[in-house]
């Protein structure tokens, strides 16, 4: 009887034991819950975040004020910490603070909106972006005023964003009911805690990730980081074959960044930084399209491009240099056919207009073009420019005769002799106060309203206006022909709901075939990523809007197969969507638009330790995951290794003890 009772427990002791993990931990989904700071390597050292490779473990302590920021350092009695700081207090600051600190074990940030920071704004990005590479590489420059480095720093521990939603809810209910202050005093277990998983395997800097893999007994050398990597988008308005070669000074070029960074993997909106130059570059090329649907020769003259990877360096600008000292585009290898429109390089290019931040005016309508006062003189340039703004209700004011960080950097790096005018919204400083930040979203555009009427729609239009009908003069067209060039409203606004606020709208989804669908979460990334065989939504997007712009249009059945380029076709992507929003019915788009594969030129040398060429690379991981659970006292957690280990002691005795009577309890045939 004694036996069965003291079993009878065991029992129960092990089946609450193992029902455990189920009442005290949750797993934190990583896909809607929160994104993680990652490691990153260049040149000289590594940036970013990692958690030890067993995780990051600590209670967790809301961080709102000056008493609790001291509490998290050096008063609380529970460390390690895990602090959950408010956006106020996610700053350079504490996060240093809090660097190579043993009471701290990872950092939790409420991301919150534009309007909840200060006047002084947030950029984890440096004063002087991607400094030290560029036509200015000692510059000690401040355009971004309200950079502080995040960026660039090392930290030795765990930071996570975390979205608004359950998961942020279920993180601030079980802080508040177990781990808030009695009065002044530490609160009582069991305490709130979590585990941080998001080990990273990139060590050092880019020549020590590229070339020494750590080696395991069976697979061999696992590599540690990748390149980063992704596409350009560039085209013609109209098709130019290789037969059509161009001459000496002879190309129009304008152009627009594609990405953007950002402290959380993935969270990179750029609202600000590149979409709105993006927005105001596809609307001009929409307002051109009338103009040129006849292949009339100016037109053979345009070149427009979208550069991805320009927050590190200048990826995908000094990609396009680096080949046009060979052979620009070369072949284009699409699936069967092989695209080969008219080669050209650096002395071909006449000018450069490209299109930098340009939604947040102080003064609205009023717009800076900056140059490069050491380079060929752009003054034409700038007074086409500059008439066709007065012409449309804008004001462009003179730059400082320096460039801002600006892809027209690289081409004037290598050639001096091309005019280039950048046009942004600031002069000296970004009026952008969150430039590569989280915060870069759509209330920072002021596009949230999604209304034609919005100052910022208005403003791209007009914006869109004057560079198409720039690009129209400066290419040689009549005036009967640029001064009935108008952007237009509406499709502003659509660009601007869709690039800013809601990826899933109407106007994208007309530029994809009728059996893809959008995804149906928050695009919120502009980062340039790594070769992972996906390529970033936003990029085919634009690829895609602007051949929906430039293209021919066929209608087609409900298949791809009937929009495929005939044999011999060497000059047009061939391109299926839909009709219209929600149909099913095909439309084969065929348009001079391409997209153009991207890596630094310093991973093709290879020179890891380059100084005039990106050397970014992203660190390789398992997992990235988080899991909230309560622990007890260390008292209690002794109590229950002694209950385990008593358990133990009776259940071997136990079994001995029956080993030994066996003989009498068990009657053998």
Not at 76 to 96: D, I, K
Not at 485 to 503: K, P, S
Not at 604 to 623: A, L, M, V
Request: hydrophobic letters at 40%; one cysteine or more.
């Amino acid at each position: 009887m004694v036996l069965s009772v003291l079993l009878l427990a065991l029992c129960l002791q092990l089946g609450d034991a193992l029902n455990i993990s189920e009442r005290t931990f949750i797993t934190i989904d990583g896909n809607n819950g929160f994104r993680a700071c990652v490691r990153l390597t260049h040149a000289t050292g590594q940036v970013g975040c990692s958690s030890p490779s067993g995780g990051a473990k600590g209670v967790i302590h809301l961080v709102d004020s000056p008493a609790n920021l001291e509490w998290v350092l050096s008063k609380g009695p529970h460390a390690p910490y895990v602090p959950l700081l408010s956006q106020e207090y996610f700053n350079s600051g504490n996060m240093t603070a809090f660097n190579k600190n043993t009471r701290i074990s990872g950092a939790l940030v409420i991301m919150g909106k534009p309007s909840d920071m200060s006047s002084a704004g947030f950029s984890p990005d440096q004063k002087c972006p991607n400094q030290g590479i560029g036509l200015y590489p000692d510059d000690q420059c401040t355009w971004n005023a309200a950079g502080n480095s995040l960026l660039l720093q090392d930290f030795d521990y765990p930071i996570y964003g975390l979205f608004p939603g359950p998961s942020l809810e279920a993180i601030t209910n079980c802080t508040d009911t177990y781990n808030s202050l009695i009065g002044s005093s530490a609160p009582d277990y069991p305490l709130c805690s979590t585990t941080m998983n998001d080990y990273m395997h990139a060590v050092k800097d880019t020549f020590t990730c590229m070339t020494q893999g750590q080696y395991g007994p069976v697979f061999g050398a696992i590599e540690r980081c990748d390149a980063l990597y992704g596409f350009n988008v560039w085209g013609t308005l109209t098709g130019r074959n290789a037969s059509d070669a161009y001459t000496a000074r002879d190309i129009v070029m304008v152009v627009a960044r594609l990405d953007a960074s950002g402290m959380f993997f993935d969270v990179a909106p750029g609202a600000e930084t590149s979409m709105s130059g993006v927005i105001a570059l596809l609307a001009a090329l929409r307002a051109l399209a009338p103009q040129v649907a006849g292949g009339e020769a100016w037109a053979k003259k345009v070149v427009f491009a979208f550069f991805n990877g320009e927050s590190f360096d200048y990826i995908g600008s000094s990609r396009m240099v680096y080949d046009m000292n060979k052979t620009f585009p070369g072949k284009i290898d699409f699936g069967e056919n092989i695209l080969a429109p008219a080669t050209f390089n650096l002395s071909n290019i006449k000018t450069i207009i490209e299109v930098g931040q340009v939604g947040v005016s102080v003064v609205p309508n009023e717009l800076f073009l900056h140059y490069d006062s050491q380079s060929a003189s752009s003054s034409t340039l700038r007074q086409i420019l500059t008439k066709h703004a007065t012409a449309n209700g804008m004001n462009f004011r003179p730059g400082t005769g320096k460039l801002p960080p600006a892809s027209s950097q690289m081409f004037l790096r290598d050639d001096a002799r091309i005019e280039v005018a950048f046009v942004a919204d600031h002069n000296a400083t970004y009026t952008n106060k969150f430039y590569n930040s989280y915060l870069d979203n759509a209330q920072n555009l002021n596009v949230t309203d999604n209304v034609t009427t919005s100052p910022t729609v208005v403003q791209l239009t007009r914006l869109a206006t004057v560079v198409a009908r720039t690009i129209a003069e400066s290419s040689n067209a009549g005036a009967g022909v640029y001064n009935n060039i108008n952007a237009d409203t509406e499709y502003v606004r659509q660009l601007a709901y869709c690039l800013a606020v809601n990826f899933s709208c109407s106007l994208v989804e007309s530029a994809y075939a009728p059996d893809q669908a959008l995804p149906t979460y928050p695009v919120n990334s502009r980062y340039i990523g790594v070769n992972s065989g996906q390529n970033n939504w936003v990029t085919t997007a634009v690829q895609r809007l602007a051949a929906l712009s430039l293209g021919r249009k066929n209608r087609t059945s409900n298949t791809s197969d009937s929009c495929k380029a005939p044999k011999g076709d060497s000059l047009y992507q061939y391109l299926f969507m839909r009709t219209e929003p929600n149909g099913t019915e095909g439309l084969c788009v065929v348009a001079p638009v391409y997209l153009y594969k991207v890596s630094s030129p310093a991973f093709d040398i290879p020179d890891y330790r380059s100084k005039i060429y990106s050397t970014w690379t992203e660190s390789r991981w398992k997992e990235i995951g988080m899991e909230l659970y309560l622990i007890s006292s260390p008292a209690s957690q002794h109590a229950a290794i002694g209950v385990g280990v008593a358990f133990v002691v009776i259940a071997v005795a136990l079994m001995l003890q029956i080993n030994r009577v066996s003989d009498r309890l068990f009657t053998y045939a």
